[in-house]
């Protein structure tokens, strides 16, 4: 095992199936479980955070004529949807799921309070952090480098449709190259969008590696914990 506590960040998009007009493809889902399962196997404390693109996503609520602090809020709410169609999920394949949520719903989920999802991860426990960061104005991955600080994570898995961080996008420019490894520094100063500025940022303060790997290729997260040469490294 290389790590032992992991926060996977996956989007909503992710999730869904346009080809069939599906918001939440229960193939993907299933997908996930069984590879929740494999690491929960192996000793690992999974953390979740997950976006809300694939319902509503706060910018283009905007150009729809939403104001940006109702739009974020709506996007919110659509990662609890997330959550919870996730927690649904792996609670189908016998795996233990808490939702917790940075805005207070308890009819659904519980609030977020760092020291109980710790408790969690520690009862292997799997923990699905909907809301965001609870506030307008910040991503979902800004959530997550968040979470990741909170509960002390050994790393952030950022989930994506590609093998790892390029310098150019590899789906519209042949001569794209991939890092294997690159520091915060180099992220943020070559401006390569996998994850916002603050994301960054915030992981870099707390030394929380980032890896970017391919979400879709088989056994990807179990290739990653495992420290299979899988990805792109972004550490000090």
């Known amino acids: 095992m290389k ?3 992991i926060l996977l960040k996956i ?3 992710a999730l869904q199936n346009k080809e069939k007009g599906l918001n939440h493809d229960p193939e993907i889902l299933s997908m996930i479980a069984n590879q929740f399962k494999q690491l929960l196997d192996l000793g690992a404390e999974i953390a979740v955070v997950v976006g809300g693109g694939n319902i509503f996503r706060g910018l283009a609520g905007v150009g729809a004529g939403t104001d940006r602090t109702t739009g974020d809020y709506m996007g919110m709410l659509a990662t609890v949807i997330n959550s919870m169609a996730l927690q649904s999920a792996l609670e189908n394949v016998g795996i233990e799921t808490r939702v917790m949520t940075a805005i207070a719903m308890p009819a659904i989920a ?5 020291r109980k999802a710790m408790r969690h991860l520690e009862k292997g426990r799997v ?3 909907g809301a965001g ?10 959530a997550a480098a968040l979470r990741a600080s909170e509960i002390g994570a050994d790393i952030l ?12 996008d590899p789906m519209t420019d042949p001569h794209a190259t991939r890092y294997d490894k690159i520091t915060y520094q180099e992220a943020l100063s070559r401006q390569l969008r996998v994850m916002d500025a603050a994301a960054f940022s915030l992981c870099m303060e707390n030394d929380i590696p980032i890896i970017v790997f391919n979400f ?3 056994n990807g997260m179990v290739d990653v914990f495992t420290g299979k040469n899988t990805g792109t490294l972004v550490a000090h």
């Open 3 to 5: 790590y032992k506590r």
């Open 133 to 142: 960061t609870g506030n307008p104005y910040f991503t979902t991955d800004s």
């Open 157 to 168: 898995m950022k989930a994506t449709k590609v093998d790892g961080i390029y310098s150019a």
């Open 127 to 129: 923990v699905i952090f």
């Open 11 to 13: 989007s909503g998009e």
């Open 216 to 218: 879709f290729s088989e």
């Open 110 to 114: 519980e609030p977020f309070i760092r």
